[in-house]
């Protein structure tokens, strides 16, 4: 069955670190990744995604994304996190065959300390 | 960049009654719409999706006669919460896209948070 796991429920980071939030992903063929942020009580923005071509992705905010298909990874990154930073990050699927769909991950609360 | 908008933006309602909620895309038409619902601090669940001028095609174990879809044009789709009860009471949040592919850009409304007492 196809899914999509965050294995990091709620991290936290200070402000000014490195983060790296983790997504691994099951489904017979590379799907369409992306990653979106949610603050609370508020839709979803799309930070950045991967269709094809360079495996190392660059997004709004300074975030980049690297696919690493030998491992079925998709890990969300960011040299120096703000505070403004402190969301909800979901990692997301589209099955290229699947009218555009998309199956989330369960999200990762990210906190950040001054 | 596109817009899409939801209608309420929240709602509290009595248990029995019904309510419905708007998603409209604002400057751009879109044929394939998606509905979701997240419960707190959880992640986002598809619910169904709606094609313009066709039926809603819904997940696995979501109750098409409870949730109503409606997408009579390509900027309007609408989900009516029938008989809601204080189980139905969540975070709902729309999606549209132009054209209903994987590659396509989908365009997320802010939610209604459904409260049903």
């Known amino acids: 069955a196809q899914s999509v796991t965050q294995p990091d429920i709620h991290i936290t980071v200070s402000e000014g670190a490195s983060l790296e939030l983790r997504c691994n992903y099951s489904?017979?063929?590379?799907?369409?990744l992306f990653w979106y942020v949610q603050s609370p009580g508020q839709g979803l923005q799309l930070l950045l995604k991967y269709f094809s071509g360079d495996t190392l992705v660059q997004g709004i905010k300074g975030f980049e994304a690297e696919f690493k298909r030998s491992q079925s990874s998709f890990n969300l990154r960011k040299p120096s996190v703000h505070w403004s930073d402190a969301a909800e990050y979901f990692c997301?699927?589209?099955?290229?065959?699947?009218?555009?769909?998309?199956?989330f991950g369960q999200g990762t609360e990210l906190s950040v300390k001054p | 960049g596109a817009v899409v908008s939801q209608h309420p933006s929240r709602v509290i309602c009595k248990s029995g009654t019904s309510v419905k909620i708007e998603c409209r895309s604002l400057d751009f038409q879109a044929t394939t719409m998606f509905w979701y619902r997240q419960f707190p601090k959880q992640s986002l669940m598809l619910m169904a999706t709606s094609n313009e001028g066709s039926k809603a095609t819904y997940e696995q174990g979501v109750e098409k006669d409870k949730f109503l879809i409606n997408h009579a044009s390509l900027t309007l789709s609408t989900l009516t919460v029938t008989s809601a009860h204080p189980e139905d009471s969540s975070f709902y949040i729309c999606?549209?896209?132009?054209?209903?592919?994987?590659?396509?850009?989908?365009?997320f409304g802010p939610g209604t948070r459904l409260t049903v007492l």
């Open positions: 997301a699927v589209a099955p290229p065959d699947q009218g555009g769909k998309l199956i």
């Open positions: 999606s549209a896209t132009s054209r209903g592919r994987a590659t396509d850009m989908q365009y």
């Open positions: 489904y017979g063929a590379t799907p369409y």
